[in-house]
């Protein structure tokens, strides 16, 4: 039986589709209203991430497993190019507008690399990393949904112990800055595109049209990000202040650590999630996936993966692994690969190296824990 | 089952999130910073990933 915009019991799709674009037109005019304008702002940021990274399937731990796997480098050449563009246009502003913008600059040090290098891991794992975890969950993904709680729990707990490990030693910041960063840090993005294309398989020496638009819509979303905020994009920072809400309200007692007991951390934890940039960016990359998935024809009618028990086991340890070595890291694949680089710090650098190592070992410790389903 | 499901629980659980969180403190929109960071003259004071305790 159809009657109008009805069929067969669901809404037909233009009505459906029109609904969704609705509902998160009025999400970001509700919160600009009610929270600030800014704060609605970094919804609707979050939200192109999210249109950017599931509408043209682009992310980054899938894009490193091609390149290892099968020596495809067109998403991270599509990466190269996005850092790129975002450094040509924040380094100098950071430079001008010190105090008003700041970069993800970070030391470089021993809890640093092996929380990269773990990251790498449990990215390839889960096959998502920081936004490729809130994309999967948000996109109906039954994995990334599994890993995206204990990602927030292991993110709280790593910065709960974070300034035990910056203990155990560091060197002090190393930032490229101003137009001389620029250069720098071009012509390093330029060794490694060159290598990749070196590295890469002949028949794979291309980059598709959608990796160009998505590395063009990121960057995009990215410096504004920076402009509004005032700091860069990043991801892990808001999932664990997530977790530290939720701890403070079941009763537990933050002071035990450095961090959380921090002036700053005390005051966060207190105030809104509504105003806490990365919170926001992070509830928009996830209704971003869920709109595109709703969006798109069968995008949420797939059945879910027959996966072994071993493989939700390994969800979970992978996804508070995630939390846990991002927060040592500085960062994950967004505030330390993307931003660090991007904002002149060494840290993003050496933290790319590390991961990608984690990655190789990764991609090989799937298929034994079953993550890709039952054989 | 399909992604439909577990599309919608990560929805419920992300409403379920923000409104727990306004029950317990409610945002004051009149003591929202200006719009755009750049320009504003106001330090940087955000949560990051990189940023260790002062």
């Known amino acids: 039986m159809t009657s109008e915009g009805v069929s067969d019991g669901r809404l037909h799709p233009h009505f459906r589709r029109g609904g969704l674009v609705l509902a998160g037109v009025l999400l970001v005019l509700a919160v600009a209203v009610l929270v600030g304008i800014r704060y609605g702002l970094m919804l609707a940021i979050g939200l192109g991430f999210g249109l950017a990274l599931e509408g043209l399937r682009f992310g980054f731990a899938g894009p490193w497993r091609a390149m290892i796997l099968w020596r495809d480098p067109a998403g991270i050449l599509a990466h190269l190019l996005a850092i790129g563009i975002v450094t040509v246009g924040a380094l100098p502003l950071i430079a001008a507008r010190g105090g008003e913008l700041v970069g993800a600059q970070a030391p470089v040090g021993w809890a640093m690399v092996a929380g990269a290098f773990v990251f790498g891991v449990a990215m390839q794992v889960v096959l998502g990393c920081g936004s490729g975890t809130l994309v999967n969950a948000g996109s109906g993904n039954p994995v990334g949904l599994v890993a995206l709680p204990f990602f927030a729990m292991g993110s709280f707990a790593g910065a709960w112990h974070l300034i035990w490990w910056t203990d155990l030693g560091a060197l002090p910041g190393i930032n490229f800055a101003g137009w001389t960063g620029v250069a720098i840090t071009l012509i390093m993005l330029g060794g490694v595109a060159t290598l990749v294309w070196q590295l890469a398989a002949p028949e794979h020496r291309s980059i598709p049209r959608r990796y160009v638009v998505a590395a063009l819509a990121i960057a995009a979303l990215a410096l504004a990000n920076l402009l509004i905020a005032g700091q860069p994009w990043g991801v892990v920072y808001g999932l664990g202040l997530w977790a530290a809400k939720g701890a403070t309200v079941i009763g537990a007692d933050l002071s035990g650590s450095a961090f959380w007991s921090a002036p700053e951390s005390v005051e966060r934890v207190r105030a809104s999630l509504l105003v806490d940039y990365t919170s926001l960016t992070n509830i928009g990359i996830m209704l971003g996936a869920f709109l595109v998935a709703s969006w798109r024809k069968g995008g949420l009618s797939q059945e879910l993966p027959d996966l072994p028990s071993r493989a939700w086991i390994a969800t979970i340890i992978a996804g508070f692994l995630l939390g846990y070595s991002s927060r040592l890291a500085f960062g994950c694949n967004v505030g330390a690969f993307f931003s660090g680089i991007s904002t002149g710090s060494l840290h993003g650098w050496v933290w790319f190296a590390a991961a990608f190592a984690g990655s190789v070992l990764g991609v090989r410790l799937r298929p034994v824990l079953g993550m890709e389903g039952r054989s | ?54």
């Open chain 2, 1 to 54: 089952m399909t992604r439909r499901a577990t599309a919608a629980a990560a929805l419920a659980l992300l409403t379920g999130l923000v409104v727990a969180d306004l029950f317990v403190t409610r945002p004051n929109p009149y003591q929202a910073p200006p719009i755009f960071a750049i320009g504003s003259g106001a330090v940087s004071s955000g949560g990051f990933c990189g940023a260790l305790p002062d």
